[in-house]
């Protein structure tokens, strides 16, 4: 049997100068260990120390994973690692295991797996003389006609040993009488027969039978025997003995001819008539193996199978033929069979050694190491040997038809853990017969895989006035490794700002990365920080990897808004002086509030919540303008109570109030100012409107220089008459001082104006100041950054 590996499998089955290379990398051994032991010696018995044969110290064996490979399922040999020494795994018998084959070898590889090497070994079992020779007849019937002449020999029937050399057939002996003699010749295939020649012509009336005993020896010591008994018939005359056509008949038959097939007819033919003439064919000198398988027809010599042949088994059969006439005369012929090997055996795949369970970024691994075979011959016992080309694994030839699978390249198991494998083994007989092996190999995890954060960078949200312990995030971090190699465990980080108190901001789970704040925070505090976590696996070594955690402080609505104007403290309001002409729309004042918060918690907005008159005065929701809502009248009140109410846009929404006073006056001193829009019209209105607005602004100014006069009056007797009476102006960053604000319709020039009330007093005091406005600016800035750094980005003074 031969392993023929065809060019189109390049990659998967071996040439045979990759044989050659392969020879020389895997080490293998020029030479072959040979052994000898005697049959049927007991289990466990010594047969040699393979560790001294190799010339390798004692433990070397174990430490290269020594093997003993033999051919197919059996193993015939066992090896003790510690010792080295070779022993017999069973009692073996030469008989079963070679038959009549001499010399027996049994054939076997010594395989040490680290690094590879193959070393091929023989084991000649010798044979020993446990089978005595034995006669397939009890008796043996031999006609012979009283008209043979002194000196014929007669040829008998061999006796069958099953051992071999010297214990097989020796000699013959015949029991001793008056007309015969016993001489032992050989066959042409080395088997020895008895031949007995007659020394005394016979007389029929004397002695019509003669009984005999043969006697078979073989060459043992001492030797054994085995008896027949020879009956010998004494015939009248037979002028002529039968004649075969042939001294030699060859025929070949193919081994999967079927039960009852016809082999071969021999003929033969005799001279003589009537019952001298009628012939019968029998089989002569053939042993046991060919009585088994055939079977012939005493009449025609039809030779037909009596058993399914296998030429694996045996190759060629000899026989010999021996055609009797009714006289007891007989001749002789030889036909030699040889049987032709049909592809009938599919091929065998022997797994000597294999790894499941293999570890990645290992290239060259050793995953399987086996030997074929297909007992065929020629074509047909040649096979090549191949795996899916997909895969990333290679077979490499060895040596005697045994292969190793091994790895390609390094296996990622984070690709792929688990490879389906199908070995296939194809002869090349016709028809092709194939025989397959599957087998699966896992790749076991090494830890090469650091743990991958699933965010480089994690951005947590905290609304300040938080409870501590809350949970205000997790992070999360996988390791494509497997077991211990990918479980993950988290740490903080220590910060690179050594002014941060990290410890006593957050903590961080470490098993599952859920990350708590462990104080309350504070927006105006500290609005954000950042910090970088961890993850390190549990492998050997371990690996690690790092993610940027930022925390923003979500500002929550905890301060409530802050008036800046009107200001709020003091005995004494100073009223907002509003002339009765102010059209609607006229700016009354402007409510200024900050809020510390940000963002929408510092979205601020006005309402008017309370007034003396409803309807009269209203306040712009978004810049806290107070404007009238309609022109003034007479009928009005002098002295108006505004309550305005500004809220922020917080969650729940936080508030202020602020209490505004307005005084209606007569006569004030560019009591109105139109909006530009008003003015711009006025200025294209005819020349004939501007005279009459003209005169009728001086007739108002003598009534106004009239009124006042009488108003000084009233005041001068007021003060006299009121006891300690004074104007007591608010206190604070804004005493003494109104903010003037302009825009639509405000006034347009820096003035402002006070007037303090008095009691009860029928009257009033006006007092015309100074514009304050620069001083004012100046305050309002400082207080303004003190409270809110921001505030000046988001709103602005008009």
């Given at each position: 049997?031969?392993?023929?590996?065809?060019?189109?499998?390049?990659?998967?089955?071996?040439?045979?100068?990759?044989?050659?290379?392969?020879?020389?990398?895997?080490?293998?051994?020029?030479?072959?260990?040979?052994?000898?032991?005697?049959?049927?010696?007991?289990?466990?018995?010594?047969?040699?120390?393979?560790?001294?044969?190799?010339?390798?110290?004692?433990?070397?064996?174990?430490?290269?994973?020594?093997?003993?490979?033999?051919?197919?399922?059996?193993?015939?040999?066992?090896?003790?690692?510690?010792?080295?020494?070779?022993?017999?795994?069973?009692?073996?018998?030469?008989?079963?295991?070679?038959?009549?084959?001499?010399?027996?070898?049994?054939?076997?590889?010594?395989?040490?797996?680290?690094?590879?090497?193959?070393?091929?070994?023989?084991?000649?079992?010798?044979?020993?003389?446990?089978?005595?020779?034995?006669?397939?007849?009890?008796?043996?019937?031999?006609?012979?006609?009283?008209?043979?002449?002194?000196?014929?020999?007669?040829?008998?029937?061999?006796?069958?040993?099953?051992?071999?050399?010297?214990?097989?057939?020796?000699?013959?002996?015949?029991?001793?009488?008056?007309?015969?003699?016993?001489?032992?010749?050989?066959?042409?295939?080395?088997?020895?027969?008895?031949?007995?020649?007659?020394?005394?012509?016979?007389?029929?009336?004397?002695?019509?039978?003669?009984?005999?005993?043969?006697?078979?020896?073989?060459?043992?010591?001492?030797?054994?025997?085995?008896?027949?008994?020879?009956l010998i018939v004494v015939l009248d005359i037979n002028d002529n003995a039968p004649e075969f056509a042939?001294?030699?008949?060859?025929?070949?038959?193919?081994?999967?001819?079927?039960?009852?097939?016809?082999?071969?007819?021999?003929?033969?033919?005799?001279?003589?008539?009537?019952?001298?003439?009628?012939?019968?064919?029998?089989?002569?000198?053939?042993?046991?193996?060919?009585?088994?398988?055939?079977?012939?027809?005493?009449?025609?010599?039809?030779?037909?199978?009596?058993?399914?042949?296998?030429?694996?088994?045996?190759?060629?059969?000899?026989?010999?033929?021996?055609?009797?006439?009714?006289?007891?005369?007989?001749?002789?012929?030889?036909?030699?069979?040889?049987?032709?090997?049909?592809?009938?055996?599919?091929?065998?795949?022997?797994?000597?050694?294999?790894?499941?369970?293999?570890?990645?970024?290992?290239?060259?691994?050793?995953?399987?190491?086996?030997?074929?075979?297909?007992?065929?011959?020629?074509?047909?016992?040649?096979?090549?040997?191949?795996?899916?080309?997909?895969?990333?694994?290679?077979?490499?030839?060895?040596?005697?038809?045994?292969?190793?699978?091994?790895?390609?390249?390094?296996?990622?198991?984070?690709?792929?853990?688990?490879?389906?494998?199908?070995?296939?083994?194809?002869?090349?007989?016709?028809?092709?017969?194939?025989?397959?092996?599957?087998?699966?190999?896992?790749?076991?995890?090494?830890?090469?895989?650091?743990?991958?954060?699933?965010?480089?960078?994690?951005?947590?949200?905290?609304?300040?006035?938080?409870?501590?312990?809350?949970?205000?995030?997790?992070?999360?971090?996988?390791?494509?490794?497997?077991?211990?190699?990918?479980?993950?465990?988290?740490?903080?980080?220590?910060?690179?700002?050594?002014?941060?108190?990290?410890?006593?901001?957050?903590?961080?789970?470490?098993?599952?990365?859920?990350?708590?704040?462990?104080?309350?925070?504070?927006?105006?505090?500290?609005?954000?920080?950042?910090?970088?976590?961890?993850?390190?696996?549990?492998?050997?070594?371990?690996?690690?990897?790092?993610?940027?955690?930022?925390?923003?402080?979500?500002?929550?609505?905890?301060?409530?808004?802050?008036?800046?104007?009107?200001?709020?403290?003091?005995?004494?309001?100073?009223?907002?002086?509003?002339?009765?002409?102010?059209?609607?729309?006229?700016?009354?004042?402007?409510?200024?509030?900050?809020?510390?918060?940000?963002?929408?918690?510092?979205?601020?907005?006005?309402?008017?919540?309370?007034?003396?008159?409803?309807?009269?005065?209203?306040?712009?929701?978004?810049?806290?303008?107070?404007?009238?809502?309609?022109?003034?009248?007479?009928?009005?009140?002098?002295?108006?109570?505004?309550?305005?109410?500004?809220?922020?846009?917080?969650?729940?929404?936080?508030?202020?109030?602020?209490?505004?006073?307005?005084?209606?006056?007569?006569?004030?001193?560019?009591?109105?100012?139109?909006?530009?829009?008003?003015?711009?019209?006025?200025?294209?209105?005819?020349?004939?409107?501007?005279?009459?607005?003209?005169?009728?602004?001086?007739?108002?100014?003598?009534?106004?220089?009239?009124?006042?006069?009488?108003?000084?009056?009233?005041?001068?007797?007021?003060?006299?008459?009121?006891?300690?009476?004074?104007?007591?102006?608010?206190?604070?960053?804004?005493?003494?001082?109104?903010?003037?604000?302009?825009?639509?319709?405000?006034?347009?020039?820096?003035?402002?104006?006070?007037?303090?009330?008095?009691?009860?007093?029928?009257?009033?005091?006006?007092?015309?100041?100074?514009?304050?406005?620069?001083?004012?600016?100046?305050?309002?800035?400082?207080?303004i950054s003190e409270a809110n750094p921001s505030f000046r980005d988001n709103f602005e003074f008009n």
């Open positions: 049997m031969e392993t023929m590996l065809p060019k189109a499998l390049q990659k998967r089955q071996v040439s045979s100068i990759i044989i050659l290379i392969l020879l020389i990398r895997w080490e293998v051994g020029s030479t072959t260990i040979k052994y000898s032991v005697l049959e049927e010696r007991e289990s466990g018995s010594f047969v040699a120390n393979l560790a001294k044969d190799l010339g390798l110290g004692l433990g070397e064996l174990a430490a290269r994973g020594a093997r003993i490979l033999s051919k197919g399922n059996q193993q015939y040999l066992q090896l003790e690692q510690k010792s080295g020494n070779l022993l017999l795994n069973e009692k073996l018998d030469r008989e079963e295991l070679c038959g009549d084959t001499d010399p027996c070898i049994l054939h076997f590889q010594v395989l040490l797996k680290s690094p590879v090497q193959f070393i091929k070994g023989e084991l000649q079992l010798r044979d020993i003389n446990d089978h005595a020779p034995e006669f397939l007849e009890n008796e043996i019937l031999l006609k012979i006609s009283e008209s043979s002449h002194p000196g014929t020999a007669f040829p008998l029937k061999i006796a069958q040993d099953l051992d071999v050399g010297s214990n097989t057939v020796q000699n013959y002996t015949i029991s001793t009488n008056s007309h015969f003699h016993l001489f032992t010749r050989n066959h042409s295939d080395g088997r020895r027969y008895p031949e007995l020649v007659l020394d005394k012509a016979l007389d029929r009336e004397e002695e019509s039978e003669l009984r005999l005993t043969l006697m078979a020896l073989d060459g043992g010591s001492p030797p054994r025997t085995g008896t027949s008994q020879v042939q001294l030699l008949y060859e025929v070949q038959i193919p081994e999967n001819s079927p039960i009852g097939s016809l082999v071969i007819t021999v003929t033969a033919r005799d001279l003589d008539a009537g019952t001298l003439g009628e012939l019968s064919y029998s089989f002569f000198q053939s042993s046991n193996q060919v009585i088994q398988a055939f079977e012939i027809n005493v009449v025609t010599g039809e030779i037909r199978l009596k058993k399914m042949l296998d030429f694996e088994e045996i190759q060629s059969y000899r026989m010999e033929i021996e055609a009797s006439d009714g006289g007891g005369l007989s001749g002789k012929c030889s036909v030699a069979i040889e049987v032709m090997d049909v592809n009938d055996n599919t091929p065998e795949l022997t797994m000597s050694v294999f790894t499941s369970d293999i570890p990645e970024n290992t290239p060259d691994t050793v995953v399987a190491i086996f030997g074929i075979s297909d007992p065929d011959s020629g074509e047909n016992g040649k096979m090549m040997c191949s795996i899916p080309d997909h895969l990333p694994f290679l077979l490499k030839l060895t040596v005697e038809n045994f292969y190793t699978l091994v790895t390609e390249g390094a296996l990622d198991r984070e690709s792929q853990a688990e490879y389906n494998i199908t070995i296939t083994v194809t002869d090349l007989g016709t028809p092709r017969l194939q025989t397959q092996h599957h087998m699966t190999v896992t790749v076991s995890d090494v830890n090469d895989n650091a743990p991958a954060f699933s965010h480089t960078a994690y951005t947590l949200r905290v609304r300040e006035n938080n409870s501590p312990g809350l949970h205000i995030g997790r992070v999360s971090a996988a390791d494509r490794d497997a077991g211990a190699n990918a479980q993950v465990t988290y740490s903080l980080l220590p910060p690179h700002d050594p002014r941060l108190p990290l410890a006593s901001l957050v903590s961080l789970n470490a098993a599952t990365g859920q990350l708590f704040a462990l104080s309350s925070l504070d927006f105006e505090a500290l609005r954000a920080f950042e910090f970088r976590v961890g993850a390190a696996d549990r492998g050997s070594p371990a690996l690690s990897s790092q993610a940027l955690v930022r925390v923003l402080v979500g500002d929550a609505n905890d301060n409530a808004p802050f008036v800046l104007y009107p200001p709020q403290n003091g005995s004494a309001r100073c009223p907002e002086l509003v002339p009765r002409a102010a059209e609607a729309g006229y700016l009354v004042t402007k409510v200024v509030a900050v809020d510390g918060d940000s963002g929408q918690n510092a979205w601020l907005a006005y309402q008017l919540l309370r007034a003396t008159e409803p309807g009269l005065f209203g306040v712009w929701a978004h810049n806290g303008e107070v404007r009238t809502a309609r022109p003034l009248s007479a009928r009005d009140a002098v002295r108006h109570r505004l309550l305005v109410l500004v809220k922020d846009n917080g969650e729940p929404p936080l508030s202020a109030s602020v209490t505004l006073h307005v005084l209606l006056v007569d006569g004030f001193s560019q009591p109105y100012l139109p909006l530009p829009a008003a003015a711009a019209a006025e200025a294209r209105a005819d020349p004939l409107t501007v005279h009459l607005v003209v005169a009728l602004a001086s007739v108002s100014s003598l009534l106004l220089v009239a009124v006042l006069g009488f108003v000084a009056v009233r005041l001068g007797r007021r003060s006299r008459a009121a006891a300690g009476g004074g104007c007591s102006l608010p206190e604070g960053p804004f005493a003494g001082h109104l903010l003037d604000v302009s825009g639509a319709g405000t006034l347009s020039h820096s003035y402002q104006y006070q007037v303090c009330l008095t009691g009860d007093s029928g009257t009033n005091e006006f007092k015309f100041l100074k514009p304050v406005l620069p001083s004012f600016l100046g305050l309002g800035e400082e207080r």
